[in-house]
Nanobody, 120 residues
Framework: QVQLVESGGGLVQAGGSLRLSCAAS????????MGWYRQAPGNQRELVAT???????NYADSVKGRFTISRDNAKNTAYLQMNSLKPEDTAVYYC??????????????WGQGTQVTVSS
């Protein structure tokens, strides 16, 4: 069974930092794009950042300069370093991965989500 498991969420004061991790496991041949999304209550899920297998990155304007996405291909893991956090960053953060299995199949996976709460 292929799955994504996120960790690292929590409660932090405004201006603080958190680091999220997303680990993929199972019969994975390779992972193409990995990304972080977030969803605040009453809002649609939105893109936060993505990173390709080669390392190229893309960020939402709202997090540029504050968040950094990275990945360790050997560990099938992606990270999101979040600095200078603001109350408006409060949301459930989800990891997404585009995975190629050893069977040759291509699937897109979502993690279960991890809560990030930033207090003012």
């Amino acid at each position: 069974q292929v799955q994504l498991v996120e960790s690292g969420g929590g409660l932090v004061q405004a201006g603080g930092s958190l680091r999220l991790s997303c680990a993929a496991s199972g019969s994975i041949f390779s992972i193409r794009l990995m990304g972080w999304y977030r969803q605040a209550p009453g809002n649609q899920r939105e893109l936060v950042a993505t990173i390709a297998a080669g390392g190229s990155t893309n960020y939402a304007d709202s997090v540029k300069g504050r968040f950094t996405i990275s990945r360790d291909n050997a560990k099938n893991t992606a990270y999101l370093q979040m600095n200078s956090l603001k109350p408006e960053d409060t949301a459930v953060y989800y990891c997404k991965a585009a995975v190629v299995l050893y069977s040759g199949s291509y699937i897109e996976l979502w993690g279960q989500g991890t809560q990030v709460t930033v207090s003012s």
